[in-house]
């Protein structure tokens, strides 16, 4: 059974830093390219930033250059985005998606809540 199960949520002053945290199972993990995603109420869910299967490649969405990191341990079959510099537009809901372009596979995972308010 394919799970992606996100993490690390919370409320959050503007300024502050928050780690979500993605852990995968039921699928081989390193073969997949993952990616973050958001929905603000209200708004389309959008792209935040993705990481090739290996890791060797990231990108990132203007709105959250410089301030955002992802990161991946196919180890652990876990991929982490680290928030810093939040701001109050950050918030929404987070959500962690796995890709393969080869075997059409795309999952998604439950979301996690990220509140930026003061």
């Known amino acids: 059974q394919v799970q992606l199960v996100e993490s690390g949520g919370g409320l959050v002053q503007p300024g502050g830093s928050l780690r979500l945290s993605c852990l995968a199972s039921?699928?081989?993990?390193?073969?997949?390219?993952m990616r973050w995603y958001r929905q603000a109420p209200g708004k389309e869910r959008e792209l935040v930033a993705s990481?090739?299967?290996?890791?060797?490649?990231?990108g990132y969405a203007d709105f959250v250059k410089g301030r955002f990191i992802i990161s991946r341990d196919n180890a652990k079959n876990t991929v982490l985005l680290q928030m810093n510099s939040l701001k109050p537009e950050d918030t929404a809901v987070y959500y962690c998606?796995?890709?393969?372009?080869?075997?059409?596979?795309?999952?998604w995972g439950q979301g996690t809540q990220v509140t930026v308010s003061s």
């Open positions: 998606n796995a890709v393969n372009g080869r075997n059409n596979g795309n999952y």
């Open positions: 039921g699928f081989t993990f390193s073969i997949y390219g």
């Open positions: 990481i090739s299967n290996a890791g060797g490649s990231r």
